[in-house]
């Protein structure tokens, strides 16, 4: 009967555990095993999706929303020379050159044409990073900093990019900048942050009119699924075999 | 041209408004003046080392006087030849990440193996076997501290025997020969840096690896006149005329290829006449005309051509000829410094929209600048300087190298 002696009573137990688990937990969470936990609560997988973005010419109306809106959403700095997307007027004359302009990329809206101009036709059209599918940045990034994430979006990891601003001249379309503060490369993200969370992309969230549309192609519940069935597609210097996934409805020839 | 004359003067009269529209990523020219320098070293080191694989490779005898000197001078740019690289990298500390994890697709990230084999396998290894000799001769001759910087240099290969000896000759002449087609990858791969980029019609060229190759061949050749004149000059040695005359020729016909090259590549351009065709046409006669048609072509590239061709074939006395030769090489490194701005800082005055022309302000200060530019293209004549002093490259027993009478 005495080997049956239990080797501690209810009372010596609760007070042992009640003083080792917390220490553990302190323990385990300070090794970061917290974030494995909180890593599995999140049921994001970045394969099942390949975002993409359409742009509607005839619906924007140049007001500059969505440059202001990615400006203060993505700490981009407020100097005229640094746009993750930038708002371009066209205008374009019966006769001669097209006048292009894009005053602080849109955000204060545009100037007054000069009296007397003549127009044929005008537009507005919204720029921004084409996360091309063969991105000229990627190619050349001799670090590797900029990359195609998994879910389609070219991205720059800022703490490897050596700042060498060789896909700054890569980029056909004047996307990219170098960050006058961390001094890497730097550019639009899709909203990176928000798009993983299932949020819109800043810009689009504020655009009014609906001339940015953000989906994804291969998704048939997407907008930008329907967007891309109802219109005559057409993406920026096809010529280069970018392979862009910014999609554009009513680009005239004068868009470069 | 009266349009031209016009574009040019007005852009003279107002250098510093961007005119047309520019995307607004574009105001800031990101690749400067340091980025003008480093192609313009690397062009050096391959010209001169070029020179130097002639007297080698295909027995141009009349260069011996020059042989060693080149393949120092080829050393001594090499060396400086990254630093404006690094000083111009937004984090020079992360550079090596271009060594430990190469992004394979790059052109730039493979420019560092090229870099590192040129100066590791053909450079210091030819220098090292050429020199090998001496170095034994002088670690015994030698007091104090310089016998122990020899003795440390033969790398513990004292074997002088006639048998090692040979093997030293036959091994220097095999990585000569390899050597020939890695500085014509050194720079032809410069070259390519810039004309594989499709985004930029101005560089997308497959010309320019060529261009460059024989742009690098003109000015190493124009160097060594200048740095062969000086040095005798400085050491009161007669010049050996013999070997400036075959420089001078050298010089004259590598020019003549690449200025063929580039006058192909210009019509080629103007007879495509592609979507580009006319902001480049903008560009030239008014931001690059001066760099262009006045530093490139016509003082850097005509001028000399002519001066080398009177020097050489006319009849005038040798003193004249020197002059004449000094001059032209000079202005030869002028041409090839405007050539370098002009593919770099011309490759980014004009928007990739095709629309505008924006400014490139060149500052004085700071690491970017004119000051720290002047000091990058010294630097190398310093580190020629104290590799001369330890690797004397001259061979003051040849007939040629007499004593001037002072």
């Known amino acids: ?256 | 041209m009266t349009h031209t004359l016009l574009a040019a003067l007005t852009s003279l009269a107002n250098p510093m408004a961007p005119s047309g529209y520019i995307y607004p990523n574009e105001f800031e020219l990101h690749w400067s003046l340091l980025i003008i320098v480093y192609p313009y070293l690397t062009g050096l080191v391959a010209g001169a080392f070029i020179l130097a694989s002639l007297e080698r490779v295909f027995n141009v005898k009349a260069l011996q006087p020059v042989y060693r000197l080149s393949l120092l001078t080829a050393l001594a740019f090499m060396i400086i030849a990254p630093l404006p690289l690094l000083a111009h990298l937004g984090h020079p500390e992360r550079c090596l990440e271009m060594f430990l994890t190469p992004h394979v697709a790059s052109a730039m990230a493979m420019f560092g193996f090229v870099y590192a084999w040129y100066l590791s396998v053909v450079l210091l290894l030819e220098i090292w076997f050429d020199y090998r000799k001496d170095i034994v001769n002088w670690g015994n001759e030698k007091k104090g501290f310089m016998k122990y910087v020899y003795k440390a240099l033969t790398l513990g290969a004292t074997d002088i025997s006639k048998k090692s000896l040979a093997f030293d000759e036959k091994i220097g002449r095999a990585i000569t020969i390899i050597g020939i087609p890695s500085a014509f990858l050194l720079h032809g791969y410069v070259g390519f840096i810039f004309g594989s980029i499709k985004a930029n019609p101005w560089w997308s060229s497959v010309l320019i690896p060529i261009v460059f190759i024989f742009s690098a061949i003109v000015s190493g050749i124009a160097l060594m006149l200048i740095i062969y004149m000086v040095t005798s000059m400085f050491r009161w040695k007669h010049i050996d005329m013999k070997c400036l005359n075959k420089l001078a020729e050298l010089l004259l016909y590598a020019m003549i290829i690449d200025f063929g090259l580039e006058f192909l590549d210009f019509i080629h351009r103007l007879y495509e006449s592609e979507e580009s065709i006319h902001i480049l046409a903008e560009m030239i006669s008014s931001r690059l005309f001066i760099s262009l048609i006045i530093s490139q072509i016509l003082l850097g590239s005509l001028v000399p051509m002519v001066a080398l061709v009177v020097a050489r074939f006319g009849k005038f006395p040798s003193e004249m000829k020197r002059i004449l030769y000094f001059i032209a090489a000079l202005l030869v490194q002028v041409g090839i410094f405007s050539t370098r701005w002009n593919v770099v800082i011309g490759g980014q005055l004009f928007s990739k929209s095709l629309r505008g022309l924006t400014v490139y302000k060149v500052d004085l200060f700071g690491l970017e600048g004119v000051f720290m530019s002047i000091l990058l293209l010294l630097a190398p004549l310093g580190v020629l300087y104290v590799l001369t002093k330890v690797l004397p490259p001259w061979d003051d027993t040849d007939p040629g190298a007499a004593q001037i009478q002072k």
């Open chain 1, 1 to 256: 009967m005495k080997n049956n002696k239990p080797q501690m009573n209810r009372r010596e137990f609760i007070d042992t555990v009640s003083r080792k688990v917390p220490t553990w937990l302190a323990f385990v969470s300070a090794f970061g095993a917290g974030e494995l936990i909180l890593a599995k609560d999140s049921d994001y997988n970045p394969e099942d999706h390949d975002y993409a973005m359409g742009i509607e010419i005839h619906n924007c109306i140049g007001c500059g929303r969505c440059a202001d809106a990615c400006k203060n959403e993505n700490k981009v700095p407020r100097e005229h020379s640094y746009f993750r997307t930038w708002v371009e007027r066209y205008v374009i004359p019966p006769e001669g050159e097209a006048i292009v302009d894009s005053p602080n990329g849109g955000i204060d809206g545009f100037p007054k044409l000069k009296e007397g101009t003549e127009i044929l036709r005008s537009f507005f059209v919204p720029k921004l990073c084409n996360h091309c599918a063969e991105a000229p940045c990627v190619q050349v990034c001799p670090v590797g900093a900029t990359f195609t994430s998994r879910d389609g979006v070219v991205l720059v990891d800022e703490s490897y990019c050596v700042g060498c601003r060789y896909c700054i001249q890569a980029c056909p379309y004047g996307a990219r900048y170098l960050h006058p503060e961390t001094h890497t490369a730097d550019k639009c993200t899709f909203c990176y942050h928000r798009i993983t969370k299932g949020l819109l992309p800043a810009c689009v969230e504020v655009c009014p009119t609906g001339a940015r549309i953000f989906g994804e192609k291969g998704r048939r519940s997407s907008p930008l699924r329907r967007f891309l069935r109802f219109n005559d597609i057409t993406v920026l210097k096809p010529g280069l075999n970018t392979q862009p996934k910014v999609y554009y409805a009513g680009a005239d020839m004068e868009v470069r």
